[in-house]
Nanobody
Framework: QVRLVESGGGLVQAGGSLRLSCAASGSIFNINAMGWYRQAPGKQRELVATITRGGTTNYADSVKGRFTISRDNAKNTVYLQLNSLKPEDTAVYYC????????WGQGTQVTVSL
């Protein structure tokens, strides 16, 4: 079992920045990919960014050049730096970790105002 705890969400004005963190605990020894997804009201959950244990990253087109995913394997933590935020980035952001199974965090709210 893997437990994921996200932090760092909040309210920010358009153009601002936030940094999300996701700390993993439990059976973490064979976690490979970790990532961030988001779900806006009335919309399906969508991929934001992923990163493998080796550091290979993948981003949604909508966040390329604005968001950066990183990972500290020693701390079992994945980060998402959100820059140049837009109102359409408003969503609940979820952390995900994959080994044999997929695990999700509880989510953290990001709200971007005009």
């Amino acid at each position: 079992q893997v437990r994921l705890v996200e932090s760092g969400g909040g309210l920010v004005q358009a153009g601002g920045s936030l940094r999300l963190s996701c700390a993993a605990s439990g059976s973490i020894f064979n976690i490979n990919a970790m990532g961030w997804y988001r779900q806006a009201p009335g919309k399906q959950r969508e991929l934001v960014a992923t990163i493998t244990r080796g550091g290979t990253t993948n981003y949604a087109d909508s966040v390329k050049g604005r968001f950066t995913i990183s990972r500290d394997n020693a701390k079992n933590t994945v980060y998402l730096q959100l820059n140049s935020l837009k109102p359409e980035d408003t969503a609940v952001y979820y952390c995900k970790a994959d080994n044999t199974y997929s695990y999700w965090g509880q989510g953290t709210q990001v709200t971007v105002s005009l």
